[in-house]
């Protein structure tokens, strides 16, 4: 089993940045698809971005494609999401999660067999 914890969240302004990281413990997180979701009060969890194994291969939602950036460094077991020009609608608490049964990378969230606790973000207008 992988462990997974995220940092990185806080309080930001609309149109600044802020750079979350998971840091992946028990297991080499190059054996995982990785993953962020988020999930606002009140809505469904969503897919954010998300990276396979070796890097090669990404996917964004189209609410963040060119604001945001996912990037993974195996030697490191740590996977990041860079996000820029962020907006109040961003605002959720944000998830890594990461699956040992997906080829290439899948934007379901039950597909996704490890998780981490979250780490809030919030855009104020």
């Known amino acids: 089993q992988v462990q997974l914890v995220e940092s990185g969240g806080g309080l930001v302004q609309a149109g600044g940045s802020l750079r979350l990281s998971c840091a992946a413990s028990?297991?080499?997180?190059?054996?995982?698809?990785m993953g962020w979701f988020r999930q606002a009060p009140g809505k469904e969890r969503e897919f954010v971005a998300g990276i396979n194994w070796s890097g090669g291969a990404r996917e964004y939602a189209d609410s963040v494609k060119g604001r945001f950036a996912i990037s993974r460094d195996n030697a490191k077991n740590t996977a990041s999401l860079q996000m820029n020009s962020l907006k109040p609608e961003d605002t959720a608490a944000y998830y890594c999660?990461?699956?040992?049964?997906?080829?290439?990378?899948?934007?379901?969230?039950?597909?996704?067999?490890?998780w981490g606790q979250g780490t809030q973000v919030t855009v104020s207008s």
């Open positions: 999660a990461a699956s040992d049964t997906v080829f290439g990378t899948s934007r379901l969230p039950k597909r996704y067999n490890y």
């Open positions: 028990g297991r080499a997180l190059s054996n995982y698809v």
